[in-house]
């Protein structure tokens, strides 16, 4: 097509779905490594998409091409975002440490923890970021969906 490329330094916005981006936020805080992930053919305007690293994947797009470009998610986010809810803040003993332990309701407490912050983050998105390309860092805008 048109316009598209192999040089990642054509790409000038970087179109991101909100929910892909919380869910990867998510799934590198319970221990699993998510990026947004671009392919080439590059153009002036793509789109990362949600994409879990697995061990071994290829280097380069197959054909010889560049290699995807992974967008770690910490990196769309503002420093003040605030942090993901840990199960020992939501335990509702540690408001009352005399009260009894109850599994339903921490899990309870924890899941509308989580469900709260998912949708404080997205206040918190930047409107740029670094790619880290084999030229070196370009800068490009950063376009949030959703």
Same mark, same amino acid.
Do not use: C
């Given at each position: 097509?048109?316009?598209?490329?192999?040089?990642? +330094?054509?790409?000038?916005?970087?179109?991101?779905?909100?929910?892909?981006?919380? +869910?990867?936020?998510?799934?590198?805080?319970? %221990?699993?490594?998510?990026?947004?992930?671009?392919?080439?053919?590059?153009?002036?305007?793509?789109?990362?998409?949600?994409?879990?690293?697995?061990?071994?994947?290829?280097?380069? @797009?197959?054909?010889? %091409?560049?290699?995807?470009?992974?967008?770690?998610?910490?990196?769309?986010?503002?420093? @003040?975002?605030?942090?993901?809810?840990?199960?020992?803040? +939501?335990?509702?003993?540690?408001?009352?440490?005399? %009260?009894?332990? @109850?599994?339903?309701?921490?899990?309870?407490?924890?899941?509308?923890?989580?469900?709260?912050?998912?949708?404080?983050?997205?206040?918190?998105?930047?409107? #740029?970021?670094?790619?880290? +390309? #084999?030229?070196?860092?370009?800068?490009?805008?950063?376009?949030?969906?959703?």
């Amino acid at each position: 097509m048109p316009g598209e490329s192999r040089d990642p +330094t054509v790409i000038r916005v970087v179109v991101v779905h909100a929910d892909d981006l919380v +869910t990867a936020l998510e799934a590198n805080e319970r %221990g699993r490594e998510a990026v947004l992930r671009i392919t080439a053919p590059f153009a002036g305007r793509v789109r990362a998409r949600l994409h879990v690293v697995q061990e071994s994947e290829p280097v380069d @797009d197959g054909l010889g %091409g560049p290699a995807p470009i992974r967008i770690p998610p910490r990196k769309l986010v503002a420093e @003040d975002a605030p942090s993901y809810p840990r199960v020992d803040e +939501t335990d509702p003993t540690v408001a009352d440490p005399d %009260g009894e332990y @109850d599994v339903e309701v921490h899990h309870d407490r924890h899941a509308a923890a989580v469900a709260a912050w998912r949708e404080r983050v997205r206040d918190h998105l930047v409107e #740029a970021v670094e790619l880290d +390309t #084999a030229a070196g860092p370009h800068r490009v805008s950063v376009a949030i969906l959703g």
